[in-house]
């Protein structure tokens, strides 16, 4: 048995000096916007994770709201998500991401990422794969007012 989920998410820029994307901190003229460290990269696989063993979704496991959250290292909910996905019966096949940002650049970064996420979910770097994406200037993305990501999650039962 198989399973296929997917997560997006999205982040606003505000002022400060790095983002941290896929677990990895980047100098940037910008900073995120968010209750927790703002990893859009991490969020959308961890709602693809949940989704994939219809565990419902991030805001619910961990919610914006819970102070329990604020600042949290979103590599920790990513490794709470796996217990989850875990305790329910399944295994991490491969995941796939896509960043999508005019800035900072993500691709010199796409290799400590994937590094950072194999870690998490215990599985091989070759089952983990990122992609980065401008949004080639249109709309609110293309103006640089946010950060966003795709993801998608194979699991199979254990
Ligand atoms: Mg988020």
Redesign the pocket.
């Known amino acids: 048995m198989m399973r296929i989920g997917h997560g997006y ?1 999205v ?1 606003a820029f505000e002022a400060g000096d790095h983002v941290i994307v896929g677990g990895v901190r980047i100098p940037a003229p910008v900073g995120v916007r ?1 209750h927790s460290d ?1 990893d ?1 990269a991490l ?1 959308a696989l961890c709602d693809a994770l949940l989704g994939a063993a219809a565990l419902g979704d991030i805001g619910r496991h961990f919610p914006d709201d819970d102070p329990a959250w604020s600042g949290a290292d979103s590599i920790g909910l990513l490794a709470r998500v796996l217990a989850g996905v875990h305790a329910a019966g399944w295994s991490v096949v491969n995941v796939d991401l896509t960043v999508v940002a005019e800035r900072p650049r993500i691709g010199p970064h796409v290799e400590g990422m994937r590094a950072r996420i194999a870690g998490a979910l215990q599985v091989p770097v070759s089952a983990v794969n990122v992609k980065a994406t401008t949004h080639e200037g249109i709309g609110a993305l293309g103006r640089s007012e946010g950060i966003a990501a795709h993801a998608v999650a194979l699991l199979e039962g254990r």
Request: proline share 0%.
């Open positions: 998410d982040h968010a703002g859009v969020h």
